[in-house]
């Protein structure tokens, strides 16, 4: 028997409950019936749909004779599935076995096939026969706060590994294929004037893929910060981060491919920068920490291997962050490679930046755009698309104030940093204001001294009224006096 105990660690931005330790520990036996793989299935679906449907645009564009669309095409079809095909191999470890029909399927890029039917066989003959225990889980349950040690079967531990390997094949299709796919099928609209069928159902598939995509990496962000406790998410919570991400990958790719069709040369070199700077960000942070690499990513690598593997693992979070947040920020020191600290100056400099690149993208489309443009208000089209990227960004900060499954942990939430922000501009604008205001005229009188006046207006001990009347002219004083009288 197996036993995995977790080890409590230190995560800076969480109030972890001080009698967490000292409450009992509550075995929990879990007798219910397994989970179905749901998002194997539809990691599976999604990367066949798409496949095909990018095969039988290919084979289009090869009777058209249009080279350049072909190729791209089958290049963003075919790299991500070898990918995939790679990553399953590695995760389910069946170079060493002897399994030939596997291998012979992942040859074929069959691979998600194959592993989705041994999924489903797993789920459906669980329950069939009693098995013993192999693993046990200690979990802190967040609305208790009880720590719970669950029994995990032999069945319920090969769907999970099925779960996690899918999850990360959604991850690889999504930002090395369905988001370049998109970007691409999306230009050649553009630049040829029509839609064709095909090209349109390519394009809804991947913005699909793309979308659960991001899904998949603000979850495995969830469950990797956040390890030590049962975590769970609400539909409402799903609802959200599919607004979020999805107004903001559309408005992304939107934006990209506008204004390459204005300035085609330049949107390689806005590609470029963005890859080689999320690219070479977390190396920098690794060398300026001075830190060595990580050691447990795989037992049987060599430094040159673990390096290969993190440049891979680096090459794709910056792609994802070509088009959308990454939800997580490497630590190339930790052994899961992932910082577990909630980073809100990170996340809001992401947010910032990509909002003001997005608006000079767009208005740099809307002063050299083509005649092609002509009968499209491009003011309107400029503010829609500013509007939803801004939507992205409401939808974002709802999420983590309200449906994100384990916000009582923050030790600052959304609205204590919007807080302090307007704080901090409430009293910048009152020293400002205090600096640029005149002075008073009490002040003023006390300031300006005439060379004239008696001494007697400077003592501040004198009690006695000064005479305004000596101060005034001849006619003035006539004035006062019949005045006087009259009353």
């Known amino acids: 028997m ?25 075995l929990v036996v879990n007798r219910r019936r397994v989970h179905p793989p749901l998002s194997v299935v539809m990691a599976t679906l999604l990367y066949c749909a798409e496949f095909v449907t990018a095969a039988v645009l290919s084979s289009m564009y090869r009777k058209t004779d249009d080279v350049i669309w072909m190729g791209f095409t089958i290049v963003f079809m075919l790299l991500p599935a070898v990918l995939i095909q790679l990553t399953l191999t590695f995760i389910h470890r069946d170079v060493g076995r ?60 090969t769907l999970a590994t099925h779960r996690n390997a899918f999850k990360r094949t959604a991850v690889i299709q999504a930002f090395l294929g369905s988001t370049p796919q998109l970007t691409l099928q999306l230009y050649a609209t553009i630049q040829e004037k029509y839609i064709i069928p095909i090209r349109l159902a390519l394009m809804i598939i991947t913005l699909i893929s793309i979308t659960y995509g991001a899904l998949v990496c603000t979850v495995l962000s969830i469950q990797i910060k956040y390890d030590d406790y049962k975590v769970r998410l609400r539909p409402t919570a799903y609802l ?34 963005n890859l ?76 910032s930046g990509r909002f003001v690149e997005n608006f000079l993208l767009i208005t740099l489309w809307y002063f ?93 001990q004198n009690s006695h009224p000064p005479d305004v009347t000596s101060q005034l002219g001849e006619q003035e004083t006539a004035i006062l006096d019949d005045m006087m009288a009259a009353a």
């Open 240 to 273: 959200c981060m599919i607004i979020w991400r999805g107004l903001e990958i559309a408005t992304r790719v939107t934006a990209l491919v506008l204004f390459s069709t204005a300035l085609t040369h330049w949107v390689i070199l806005v590609g470029m920068v």
């Open 368 to 460: 050299f755009k083509s005649d092609f443009y002509e009968y499209v208000c491009a003011p309107l089209l400029v503010v829609q698309l500013l509007i939803c990227y801004s939507l992205a960004v409401l939808f974002m900060l709802l999420f983590y104030q309200f449906c994100h499954p384990c916000r009582q942990l923050f030790k600052y939430n959304v609205h204590d940093c919007l807080r302090c922000v307007c704080c901090y501009k409430a009293r910048r604008g009152q020293r400002g204001r205090k600096a640029k205001m005149p002075p008073s005229y009490s002040t003023a009188a006390t300031m300006v001294l005439m060379p004239e006046e008696p001494l007697e207006l400077l003592d501040s």
């Open 98 to 157: 002897d399994r030939p029909l596997v291998l012979l399927l992942h040859l074929l890029l069959l691979g998600p096939v194959i592993r989705c039917f041994e999924a489903l066989v797993v789920y459906f003959k669980a329950g069939e026969k009693e098995e013993p225990y192999v693993t046990i889980s200690r979990k802190i349950c967040l609305k208790k706060g009880i720590s719970m040690e669950l029994e995990i079967g032999q069945t319920e531990r």
């Open 2 to 26: 197996a036993v995995e105990e977790e080890q409590d660690r230190e995560i800076t931005d969480m109030e972890q409950p001080s009698t967490l330790a000292e409450r009992e520990v509550m």
């Open 276 to 351: 080689l700077f999320f690219f070479f960000l977390p190396w920098v942070e690794f060398w300026a920490k001075k830190g060595s690499l990580a050691e447990g990513v795989e037992k049987n690598f060599s430094k040159l291997g673990t390096t290969i593997v993190l440049c891979m693992f680096t090459l794709l979070y910056a792609c994802i962050n070509i088009f959308c947040w990454s939800a997580v920020q490497l630590d190339l020191t930790h052994k899961e490679l992932i910082e577990r600290r909630q980073v809100w100056g990170r996340l809001a400099m992401y947010y």
